[in-house]
């Protein structure tokens, strides 16, 4: 298969940045920043994107969806990283919609997914527990009771969390934390009784949560997939949603070189514009080079996941470690090239550099990605 994208999907992603670059500019999340908004979004433009059919990427026709697929979704990513719209896409569309298509019963798909789709219902996944992304261990006691469960324990790191109606929690039903087995999913409302939700503005100002359970109840019904057996659906939704996490880094890369390369057309230092220097036209050039390499391994990663069964696939991991080093260092040289005025908050540059840290560490850093990729491998 041709590593690039077809018409339909150019179309798609040429559709996605003229919307979000007309509704969605940069200025707005400065706006949300600096008035410390209680979303951290905007309500509205996520209903003009879920009426876009944006929302439903992922999600079947038969529940509202455009049951489209992870190449899609990032080139639906990769236009929210080149704009930095900051929309609830990634916790909703991409990991809940993921989770509840792959494991929801009959009854969860019909009650949650069309309302995913027509942008009624937003997700968020509930499940690191410590200060880095360590998803095969889980603490969160989940005990039968009276015919459901109790849930007992917290979780960090939650994306969306103070803003969801729905939280995805990831519990241990048996076993020890370190245990493959007995993981299990639950879909628990937000506002349960015993439920304590702190909201946390991460350094790219957007949202993230620390959620405390005590003593929650939740019902049998309330079990996505298997009691005890999520943590295969549970690492196929995460790969999908790690690939087009990385096609949003690669946005923030691309979007970082091309107002880099027009700096550098424009900018004049001792009478000469100074992309006449060799020393920038060689970083430039050695930036476009990991730039395309990085988006190569992104998509081929993405066309696996759409291809291949629900198994875990090593290049996701290479593909996420390598997008969170590319945009690194895109916004390094960016900063850099562009001299003192990359360093002032009135100058955009700084909001892609932010939120590049923040992504790459985002359901596991380069290091967590390069450790997965050699054991998957064999190593």
């Not at 590593?3 to 999340?29: G, W």
Request: a negative charge; aromatic letters at 6%; one cysteine or more.
């Amino acid at each position: 298969m041709a590593i690039v994208l077809n018409q339909t999907q150019e179309m798609l992603r040429d559709s996605a940045l003229t919307f979000l670059r007309e509704s969605a500019p940069i200025p707005m999340l400065r706006k949300l920043r600096d008035t410390r908004d209680d979303t951290g979004f905007s309500p509205a433009l996520w209903r003009e994107f879920a009426e876009l059919g944006f929302a439903g990427v992922l999600i079947p026709e038969q529940y509202g969806g455009s049951a489209l697929g992870v190449v899609e979704a990032g080139v639906l990513m990769e236009a929210l990283g080149r704009t930095l719209a900051p929309t609830p896409f990634f916790s909703t569309a991409l990991l809940g919609a993921s989770l509840i298509s792959l494991g929801g019963s009959a009854a969860q798909k019909a009650h949650f997914l069309p309302a995913i789709a027509a942008g009624k219902h937003l997700t968020a996944l509930a499940i690191d527990e410590g200060a880095a992304h360590r998803p095969q261990r889980q603490a969160l006691a989940a005990v039968r009771h009276d015919g459901g469960f109790l849930l007992d324990g917290a979780k960090v790191f939650v994306i969306d969390g103070h803003i969801a109606d729905t939280l995805i929690v990831v519990g241990r039903t048996s076993g020890n934390a370190d245990d493959r087995d007995g993981v299990t999913l639950f879909l628990v409302p937000r506002g349960a009784d015993g439920i304590t939700v702190e909201r946390t503005v991460m350094a790219d100002a957007r949202n993230a949560a620390r959620v405390q359970f005590r003593d929650v109840r939740v019902a049998a019904d309330a079990v996505l997939g298997e009691a005890g057996s999520g943590a295969a659906m549970l690492e196929h939704a995460l790969d999908i949603a790690r690939a087009a996490l990385a096609s949003e880094l690669v946005g923030i890369a691309d979007e970082a070189f091309e107002r880099t390369l027009q700096y550098l057309k424009e900018r004049k230092q001792f009478g000469k514009i100074i992309g006449e220097f060799q020393a920038l036209q060689h970083r430039a050039a050695h930036l476009f080079s990991e730039i395309e390499i990085t988006r190569a391994a992104v998509l081929r990663s993405q066309q696996l996941l759409d291809d291949g069964p629900a198994q875990p696939i090593a290049l996701v991991s290479a593909a996420k470690a390598r997008a969170g080093s590319t945009a690194m260092l895109a916004v390094q040289e960016a900063v850099q090239m562009h001299g003192g005025i990359g360093m002032t908050d009135e100058f955009e540059i700084g909001f892609y550099m932010k939120r590049a840290c923040a992504a790459q560490i985002l359901l596991g850093d380069t290091n967590f990605h390069a450790q997965r990729w050699a054991t998957l491998r064999g190593y």
